[in-house]
């Protein structure tokens, strides 16, 4: 099974941008997209069939061109789950799930920092997703959740550690909910293959030539529930794609 996540930074631009062409070359068999920036019936959803992918499935914030995830599948998923339940979540349309046999993938997109109310509720996320997993993979064990996270984790997954200690996206508590939920029982599947590689990002700032110059942060992850983990066969970044200031990361499970 081969499952890519990408926070495209707008459905819309991606495409505009060669999206579709990628698609067909990467080929893989589900798509978690975030950060679409677009309701369904603003999109010629022909063309993500004409791909290959009959099955597309859009959660999108209530506010228009913000925020939203999505998934894409060649084959039918025997169930989709649309939101958490939680109501501030769902309204930002952040999280959207496909059931395949027994294994669950997630698309999620976890809120950015980027001042002091988003990152009082980054925080509150952090906290409300990690007890919504938990209580999802009782029934879901062969859970994954794949998705912008919007947080380095170690120092080797960022170009800057020391300046960049007091930025949201690498504060000490947002890197101790990430020690703490994979702890809970998820591995990091990109780390898992590389332990100590370094120099691999996932998204660059726009500003200062940086993705050019790979002054990075790795801040989008496949993480994979415990029973899982034995699976997990390739996993890598795709920054040859530029569709968006992130790149796709990508997770082959046996």
Known sequence: MKIISYN??????????????????????????????????????????????AHHYWFSAKKKGYSG??????????HVEY???????????????????????????????????????????????QRYADELRKEHP???????????HRAIDIHDPVRNAKVSGFLPVERAWI??????GFTDSFRALHPEMPDEYS????RANARANNKGWRIDYNMVAEPLKDQIRRAVML????????????????
């Open 8 to 53: 495209v930074n707008g459905i819309r631009a991606a495409i505009r941008k060669g999206f579709f062409d990628w698609l067909k070359a990467a080929d893989p068999d589900v798509v978690c997209i975030q950060e679409t920036k677009a309701h369904k019936e603003q999109l010629d959803l022909h063309l993500f069939e004409e791909a290959g992918y």
């Open 69 to 78: 995830t999505a998934i894409l599948s060649k084959q039918k998923p025997d």
């Open 83 to 129: 939101g958490t339940g939680i109501d501030y979540m769902d309204d930002e349309g952040r999280n959207i799930r496909a059931d395949f046999g027994d294994v669950s993938v997630m698309s999620m997109y976890l809120p950015s920092g980027t001042n002091m109310d988003r990152l009082d509720l980054k925080l509150q996320y952090m906290d409300d997703f």
């Open 142 to 152: 062969k859970l994954i959740v794949c998705g912008d996270y919007n947080i380095c």
């Open 179 to 184: 020690d703490n939920f994979i702890n809970s």
């Open 203 to 206: 998204w660059w700032t726009y």
């Open 239 to 254: 920054k040859e794609a530029k569709h968006s200031d992130h790149c796709p990361v990508l997770l082959e499970l046996e």
